[in-house]
C-alpha cells in the first residue's frame, strides 16, 4: 500500500516536539569515572548529574536551551 504524504506545512502532532519534555536514560559509567562525578557534585551541591551532562553536550557543539544549563536544586554532600 502506497504511503501518504503529508501535505507541505502541516505535520503530524507526534512530529512536534514539546522541548520541556524530558526523557530518561540509563548509561552505564566506569567505577573511576563515577567517583569524579560524585567529587565534582559533592563540590557543586547547586548541580546534578543532568545539568553535567547537558554541559557536556554543549561543549561538543549540541544546541542546548540556556534555561536547561541552569542549576536546578540544592543538594546535600553524597546526595
Not at 23 to 49: C, F, K, M, S
Not at 63 to 71: F, K, M, N, S
Amino acid at each position: 500500500m502506497p504511503r501518504t504524504k503529508t501535505p507541505t506545512g502541516a505535520e503530524p502532532a507526534e512530529a512536534t516536539p514539546d522541548r520541556r519534555k524530558l526523557r530518561g536514560t540509563n548509561i552505564e559509567l566506569p567505577v573511576y569515572v563515577w567517583d569524579q562525578v560524585r567529587a565534582y557534585l559533592d563540590a557543586h551541591p547547586e548541580q546534578r548529574v543532568r545539568h553535567m551532562v547537558m554541559a557536556g553536550f554543549q561543549a561538543l557543539g549540541l544546541q542546548i536551551d540556556p534555561e536547561d544549563l541552569v542549576a536546578e536544586r540544592r543538594r546535600g554532600p553524597g546526595g
